[in-house]
C-alpha cells in the first residue's frame, strides 16, 4: 500500500510562501488522487486542495483559491502544495492523502495518509 510522507513545513511569515512536499513511500503514487488537508487546534480537518493521478484535474478550498498551487511530479513520486501570500489563519498541520484514481473532498474518501507537517505563520 502507498504511504504518504509529507515535508516542507515551519514558520514564515504573513505574505511569505512555502512548499510542502508530499512524497510516496511503500508504492508509487501513480493511479492515486492526492489532496492536502489541514487542521488547526480545537477545529475539524478541512479540504485545502487535491489532484487527479494524471495531473490534469485540481480542485481547491475556497479559503485558499488564488494563492495555493497544488502540483505532482510522477516521474518523482511526489506532489507538491506550494503556498503563497500565507496568512496567519493558514496555521495548522497539514496532511497529504492519497485515493484511488478520483478527486474527492472529504476526508473519509482517503484511505492513505501521512503523519503531517506543521505550519505556522506569523503576523
Known amino acids: 500500500q502507498v504511504q504518504p510522507v509529507e515535508s516542507g513545513g515551519g514558520l514564515v511569515q504573513a505574505g511569505g510562501s512555502l512548499r510542502l512536499s508530499c512524497a510516496a513511500s511503500?508504492?508509487?503514487?501513480?493511479?492515486?488522487?492526492v489532496a492536502w488537508f489541514r487542521q488547526a487546534p480545537g477545529k475539524e480537518r478541512e479540504f485545502v486542495a487535491a489532484i487527479s493521478w494524471t495531473g490534469d484535474s485540481t480542485r481547491y478550498g475556497d479559503s485558499v483559491k488564488g494563492r495555493f498551487t497544488i502540483s505532482r511530479d510522477n516521474a518523482k513520486n511526489t506532489v507538491y502544495l506550494q503556498m503563497n501570500s500565507l496568512k496567519p489563519e493558514d496555521t495548522a498541520v497539514y496532511y497529504c492523502?492519497?485515493?484511488?484514481?478520483?478527486?474527492?473532498?472529504?476526508?473519509?474518501?482517503?484511505?492513505?495518509w501521512g503523519q503531517g507537517t506543521a505550519v505556522t505563520v506569523s503576523s
Open positions: 511503500g508504492r508509487s503514487f501513480n493511479a492515486y488522487a
Open positions: 492523502a492519497a485515493r484511488p484514481l478520483t478527486i474527492e473532498i472529504a476526508p473519509r474518501a482517503f484511505n492513505y
